[in-house]
């Protein structure tokens, strides 16, 4: 299958998915909307948008789209969870509502709402070494925190130390929304270094 | 090392993108902002008393009581917000040091100042505006608001005035993007809203934040029905809490709201909600009484 350009899966249950859209039609993508369970057949990756968590868990459940979801990114599907994507990927998570879950895929605790209220929320730029280049900039809107990133490979780190980028395999998950910023660099390299090995 | 920069535009009309494809709920009590949450609001509007009953009470309405905002941000997660009288600049200072997550500067509430709104750049916290069409929804952006919702009626569980507003301003947009560049300036003397804005709006076919509805959504299919005209999430005010069985109709307009091009989904979640608000048609509420002319 090498060399056929993937299509890619935006999660589209509630939440920024017009902005991941425009990343990837930025990237000349192909992409579609995920919402029932059949949606995912023949995708080459899924995004998992921000929005709220606990909302998107929800109306997974709803709609029958949960299971398929677990099942593919177990199955080794590329996914790329930017704030409520990453709270959704992680397998713990801090500051859940009752019965909240998580699809799970990353071997990391994330604590919801880590900095505060929207007065606190902000735009940064951020190093990530593994993507390169110049630091990437970035808006965190109520993001969470990776607390413990247990085996997962760190991509970004604040200066304070805190984590908030991770790679597990074919999961990444980032506590911030390069989408609603323009910035289309972490995008390119998810597609090239998660989704095209996984083509082959 | 890079700085943090907090309230920039984007980040306060990125709240916004970030509740699209949502509900979110008016409630007066914490109790209320729990069964919200439970039922998939991804938002809460923390107020001290339900459009219907300012309507049917009459008297001054106000922002709410700093404990009740306070005891509504304790018990959930998702964003509070919180409504400051148009104008009343300090209401909002205050809704801001509390920590509240949005500000509604709210016709629902009785008017602080019958000339100006509130100067929202200065503020850390964004705010959500009202508007009943394009040149009103842009001058609230002009003033700073990072988050549009048409008006409808509050209060009323009569989604026409609703209907009315989100065609208005998605029909202005549409004829605002089929005027060729030289028609673009006596367009935005028309609107009353500044010509960089207006030329934006005729180029992105939408408008720069998000657009929500309000005011008069009572059932679900009154939620999906806003959907497919084009809103981005939709405000219900009276509509739940004044309902006879509020965690029901919550969970079935969330439904409604996600699977709005799906009439089985909407007839499903419809069955056995009980008694909707009783409500009242806008026609009957006499002129001065119509929350939806506060504001200009």
Same mark, same amino acid.
């Given at each position: ?16 998915? #017009? ?25 080459? !990756? ?36 930017? %704030? ?13 509502? +009752? ?12 604590? #919801? ?18 993507? &390169? &280049? ?36 074919? %999961? ?29 | ?12 009309? &990125? ?5 699209? !494809? ?32 300012? #309507? ?13 905002? +306070? ?44 000339? $100006? ?11 959500? %505006?009202?508007?009943? $069409? ?9 003033? &700073? ?18 209907? *009315? ?17 030289? /028609?673009?300036?006596?367009?935005? *003397? ?14 992105? *076919? ?38 006879? $069985?509020?965690?029901?109709?919550? *969970? ?40 939806? /002319?506060?504001?200009?």
């Amino acid at each position: 299958m090498a060399g056929k350009p993937p299509v890619i899966g935006v999660l589209a249950l509630q939440g920024d998915v #017009r902005e991941h859209e425009q990343v990837l039609d930025a990237l000349d993508v192909a992409h579609r909307q995920v919402r029932l369970a059949g949606d995912l057949d023949g995708l080459d !990756g899924l995004i998992i948008p921000g929005g709220e968590s606990s909302v998107i868990d929800k109306l997974s459940r709803i709609f029958d789209s949960r299971d398929a979801v677990v099942s593919a990114i177990r199955g080794g599907m590329p996914v790329l969870g930017t %704030c409520a994507g990453l709270i959704l990927l992680a397998d713990t998570l801090v500051g859940a509502i +009752d019965g909240q879950q998580t699809f799970g895929g990353l071997p990391v605790t994330v604590e #919801r709402n880590a900095f505060g209220g929207q007065v606190e929320s902000f735009e940064t730029v951020i190093d990530m070494p593994t993507i &390169g &280049g110049e630091p990437v900039a970035a808006a965190f809107i109520r993001a969470p925190i990776i607390r413990d990133a247990g085996g997962a490979d760190v991509l970004a780190t604040l200066p304070n130390g805190d984590v908030v980028g991770v790679r597990f395999g074919n %999961c990444v998950g980032i506590s911030f929304h390069p989408e609603v910023i323009g910035e289309t660099r972490v995008h390119r390299w998810w597609l090239d270094a998660v989704v095209t090995p996984a083509q082959r | 090392m890079a700085e943090k920069t907090v309230g920039t535009p984007l980040v306060k009309s &990125g709240l916004a993108e970030m509740l699209k !494809g949502g509900v979110i709920m008016d409630v007066v009590t914490a109790d209320q902002a729990k069964i919200a949450e439970d039922a998939g609001a991804v938002a809460v509007m923390a107020l001290e008393r339900v459009p219907a009953d300012i #309507r049917s009470q009459g008297g001054v309405a106000r922002m709410s009581d700093p404990d009740l905002i +306070d005891q509504i941000i304790a018990a959930v997660s998702i964003p509070v917000m919180a409504k400051a009288r148009i104008g009343h600049f300090v209401e909002a200072q205050v809704l801001q040091s509390l920590g509240v997550d949005y500000i509604d500067e709210s016709e629902v509430l009785s008017p602080a100042d019958y000339v $100006n709104h509130i100067d929202k750049w200065p503020f850390t916290v964004p705010f959500v %505006c009202g508007a009943t $069409n394009l040149g009103e929804a842009l001058r609230r952006i002009t003033e &700073g608001a990072a988050m549009i919702r048409s008006k409808g009626e509050a209060g009323t569980g009569d989604v026409s005035e609703a209907t *009315k507003h989100i065609r208005t301003i998605k029909g202005e947009i549409a004829a605002l993007s089929a005027k060729s560049d030289d /028609e673009l300036y006596v367009a935005a *003397k028309e609107l009353q809203a500044p010509y960089e804005l207006v030329r934006q709006v005729a180029r992105d *076919k939408k408008l720069p934040v998000v657009l929500f509805v309000a005011g008069g959504v009572a059932t679900p299919a009154d939620a999906a029905m806003m959907m497919q005209l084009g809103a981005d999430g939709v405000f219900v005010g009276s509509g739940i809490f004044k309902s006879g $069985n509020p965690e029901a109709r919550a *969970k079935a307009i969330v439904q409604a709201t996600t699977a709005y091009t799906d009439p089985a989904v909407i007839a499903q979640v419809s069955r056995g909600l009980g008694e909707a608000m009783v409500g009242i048609n806008v026609s009957d509420v006499p002129a001065p009484h119509r929350l939806a /002319e506060r504001g200009w």
